[in-house]
């Protein structure tokens, strides 16, 4: 649905090269149809500006960008005028407009679109029934909160049923309940209408609790992407771990690991971390380990959580007994399909 | 106050109003298609034209800090060509109008310039033309701004109008000028400040309420 290639944007610079911003370079993405896709990355990292550019409200210096399988950016002003109706974005702030209604900022993009009144009435009734505004249709934006004009704002950008919907920051200004309802809302939305969403935000629980894929930029370049579930529960990327950190694989505070473990260490004890994924995840492998190698195993911290709706967990164990057997533990283990880390303190 | 003194105080009225509302009629019809395109050209801005910009600028800028009793002298010839004659009610309606124009010009686009750079933004993410989103957004948004300067305006004309009698263009402050001050007529002049006042708070009352009913912020 969305091919990126090899894009690139610099800001100002004013030719002198020194000075100018290389905001993305070397850009690679596609995005499938009916996919939801996140786009993740620290503050500056380039992710507005790249989400802008598949809209081309920020004109690429270099490469290309093809949505349903137009090349934007090839297409004259009226033309690209056109395929913009094609897609549909929310955006952090809202944006909408305080002089008009409820009503009249969905019907807006209609409007614009040279839509007749009939049929705008009769478009935007069902996106307010969709978002749950029917009864606010009258009202003026500054009469709503903070998650009513997100759902405004998403009605606005369905309206003209585009293909695609661009959200930068959609949930960022709402509290975590809002944010979870805005979320089954678009979530629904890309269910039932097919619609392919990419999502820019610095909330990881976002990007886990909704995404397919997801795309880690640093620095203007795109460093790790994959699926939700595997960037977030196997990160390769410094950056991916560092962003992640927070939702995934909660650690233990440093000191209070090394104390724990310190006196095991020293006397041959080892300390690792087991990640299991999918069905490994509830197996009883503590006991097994216990009553088959007879070792020692002590938790010191462990967690279990879902991912597009596949459990993985993690476990910090210290493990001591005879040395043979405790390969044999570690052998039986990646049979089972468990990552085992070593992990070292201090 | 005599009977004749009304007369003359009604029709004094009745001047004022005329080049009030006619210069300000004319001002705002000119003005804020000149406000818009001060606007849209200027950097940044939806249509950026920067020398068409500077240059347009420069023009209003000359215009507001010529003082209005010399315009109003320079242009006779102007006014000539335009109201037919230089003196007179109708005469004074063109400086009137000429000091107006770039001077809504520069409050409707000091109002047009509040409008969120987020709202234009996401009307050309919808496929919005320029036109579009002048007459979509950013009238719309700025409208109760727009009426505040207008407002503005009309209580500044009242102000000037009172110069106008400088070419015969009559009016409450002639009155004032030619009664109460040259002929020693106090009660005339207070009577002619009593009115002046209460018409700048109707035309300033009525101008915040409408902003203010047309304001949804
Ligand atoms: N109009 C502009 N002119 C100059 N530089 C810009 C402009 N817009 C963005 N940049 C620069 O481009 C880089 C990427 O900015 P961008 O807004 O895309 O980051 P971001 O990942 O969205 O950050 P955040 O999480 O803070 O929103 C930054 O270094 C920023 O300073
Ligand atoms: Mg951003």
Redesign the pocket.
């Known amino acids: 649905m969305i091919v990126i290639e090899n894009l690139a ?1 610099h ?2 610079g004013g030719g002198a090269v020194g000075n100018a ?1 290389e ?2 370079a070397g850009i690679d993405l596609r995005v499938e149809a009916g996919e939801i896709f996140g786009i993740i ?10 989400v ?1 550019c598949i809209n081309l409200l ?1 004109r690429p210096s270099a490469g290309s960008v093809r949505v349903a399988g137009r090349e934007l950016t090839a297409l004259g002003d009226a033309e690209l005028r056109a395929a913009r109706r094609d897609i549909g974005m929310i955006f952090q702030h809202f944006n909408l407009l305080s002089s008009r209604t409820v009503f009249d900022n969905v019907a807006l993009p209609l409007e614009l679109a040279g839509v007749d009144e009939a049929e705008i009435e009769a478009r935007v009734a069902p996106l307010l029934d969709l978002v749950g505004l029917a009864e606010q249709r009258a009202r003026y934006p500054a009469q709503l909160s903070g998650g009513q004009k997100q759902r405004v704002g998403i009605a606005r950008a369905l309206a003209n049923r585009p293909r695609v919907l661009l959200c ?2 959609a949930t960022s200004a709402l509290d975590p309940e809002t944010t979870r309802s805005i979320l089954s809302l678009l979530r629904d939305i890309n269910r039932r209408l097919g619609l392919t969403v990419i999502v ?1 935000t ?1 909330e990881m629980q976002v990007i886990k609790d909704l995404c397919d894929r997801v795309a880690v ?1 640093d620095r ?1 370049r795109v460093v790790e992407q994959g699926s939700v579930f595997e960037v977030f529960t196997d990160p390769r990327h410094e950056t991916t771990r560092a962003l992640i950190r927070d939702v995934v694989g909660q650690e233990l505070p440093a000191g209070l690991l090394e104390r724990l473990a310190q006196p095991h260490l020293s006397t041959g004890g080892r300390l690792l971390r087991l990640v299991f994924t999918g069905a490994a995840a509830d197996a009883p492998l503590i006991s097994v380990l216990t009553r088959r190698f007879g070792l020692d195993l002590n938790i010191l911290h462990g967690q279990i959580d879902e991912i597009q709706g596949r459990p993985f967990g993690s476990l910090l164990v210290l493990m001591e007994g005879v040395a043979e057997r405790r390969d044999e533990a570690m052998a039986w283990l990646v049979e089972q399909s468990i990552r085992v880390e070593a992990v070292h303190v201090g | 106050m005599s009977a004749e003194l009304l007369t003359l105080f009604w029709d004094s009225f009745v001047e004022t109003l005329i080049m009030v509302g006619a210069a300000g009629g004319l001002a705002t019809v000119l003005g804020i298609p000149l406000g818009l395109i001060l606007t849209v050209t200027g950097p940044g801005h939806i249509l950026p034209r920067p020398v068409f910009n500077r240059s347009l600028g420069l023009l209003v800028n000359a215009l507001r800090s010529t003082p209005f009793i010399i315009l109003m002298v320079a242009i006779i010839p102007l006014t000539r060509l335009l109201a037919g004659t230089s003196i007179g009610t109708g005469a004074a309606i063109v400086p009137l109008t000429l000091a107006a124009i770039p001077f809504v010009g520069r409050l409707v686009e000091a109002s047009l310039r509040e409008v969120d750079a987020g709202l234009i933004e996401a009307v050309e993410a919808m496929g919005a033309t320029p036109l579009q989103i002048v007459r979509k957004v950013l009238i719309p948004e700025a409208l109760p701004g727009i009426v505040n300067g207008l407002t503005i305006m009309l209580v500044s004309l009242i102000g000037y109008s009172a110069m106008a009698g400088a070419v015969g263009g009559g009016g409450l402050g002639d009155l004032g000028i030619r009664y109460g001050y040259q002929r020693f007529m106090p009660d005339v002049m207070a009577m002619v400040v009593v009115v002046l006042i209460v018409f700048v708070q109707i035309v300033q009352s009525l101008g915040d309420h409408l902003s203010r009913a047309l304001d949804h912020r």
């Open positions: 944007k800001y100002g911003v905001a993305l990355g620290r503050s500056g990292a380039g992710k507005s500006t790249l802008r920020e930068d920051e820019v610095h930029l203007g």
